[in-house]
């Protein structure tokens, strides 16, 4: 066979051959046991109205503790949206992560579930990740009326433990083993959340300020406000992310009054459902208003005085759930 003869047939094998690898995963992603591996268009978010890749996917709606032990979190300065509420009347405070623009690579660390959270992730169409529950959430999460992961059943390795830490403290997740869970368990994973309302235009300033929110003790928190964002301190320190060593900043402060009542133990039950009054911290202003939320599965609505929604600043929240009596001062 003539040399030119055997070139033919390589060259004909090889166009063969990448026929062959393109019918099978041509336009498919390539699952490598994380995320999968595809072609995302951008988008703007509908929690921070800013643009992300992720703005049409489910977010991530994780439990985090609050403990001073457990400082500081990983993960913490890349959510979307924090919630902040007592788990304790009084005391001890939770915070519920919500992740959908950025893929913190750790995650933790992680607590049990409250039933008043339950209602805030519904409202955010998130998936609830979380590590056990007081037999109040876990009578709701065992019904199996809400997409949530915990990390007692563990499926597909969505969990970990980090052997330098003591348990309870020793929990971590990750975004991908997050979504990867969620696929495999057969969630939806597209974004549903109907989103808040942002400003198209902000106006620059040069206002600086501090404020802040009257927990008990440790959990005492201040914001400290410059250049348009919420620079957050707790316990009088720095509330920095492990992940990338970053300090937690956002561009909304939103503050909510609501009534709690110790019902069993060390638990509580917060009224997060109905409405109340709101203070709004946004480019370096107080604005006053009241929350409402109708269901369960409603959103968590930010209402004016003019009976509208308050319109955000693009970019992340955090939101402060508190006793009406708390201490909370801006100066």
Known sequence: MSKKLKLII???????????????FGGRSVDIGEKNIKEEKKGISPITGQECENYNSRAFAVMLASDPITRPLSGISQADLVVEMPVVTGSITRLMAVFNCE??????????SRHDF????????????HWGGSHFALDELDSGFFDNIDALNNP?????RKSTLFAPHNGFTSYDRLYNSSKKLGYRLDNEFEGYDHLEKIE????????TIGFAG??????????????????????????NN?????????????FSR????????????????????????EIKGYWKKETKDSKMYFMGNDQKEIKLVPGKIWIEIVEPNYEIKWE
């Open 103 to 112: 893929e913190p690579k750790e995650i933790g660390s992680l607590r049990s």
């Open 218 to 243: 440790k959990y005492k928190v201040y914001w400290d406000y410059s250049d348009g964002l919420y620079y957050r301190w707790r316990g009088g320190e720095k509330e920095m992310d492990k992940d």
């Open 262 to 285: 110790q019902i069993e133990g060390q638990y509580n039950d917060v009224d997060i459902e109905g409405q109340g009054e709101l203070i709004l911290y946004q480019n370096g202003q």
């Open 156 to 160: 597909y390795n969505a969990y970990f």
């Open 10 to 24: 390589i060259v004909i094998i090889l166009i063969l051959v990448a026929l062959f690898l393109f019918y099978k």
């Open 246 to 258: 970053e300090q937690v900043k956002v561009s909304n402060v939103v503050v909510l009054k609501a």
């Open 118 to 129: 339950i209602p805030l992730a519904l409202g955010l169409d998130a998936v609830y990740a």
């Open 204 to 211: 620059k300033n040069d206002i600086k300020g501090g404020l």
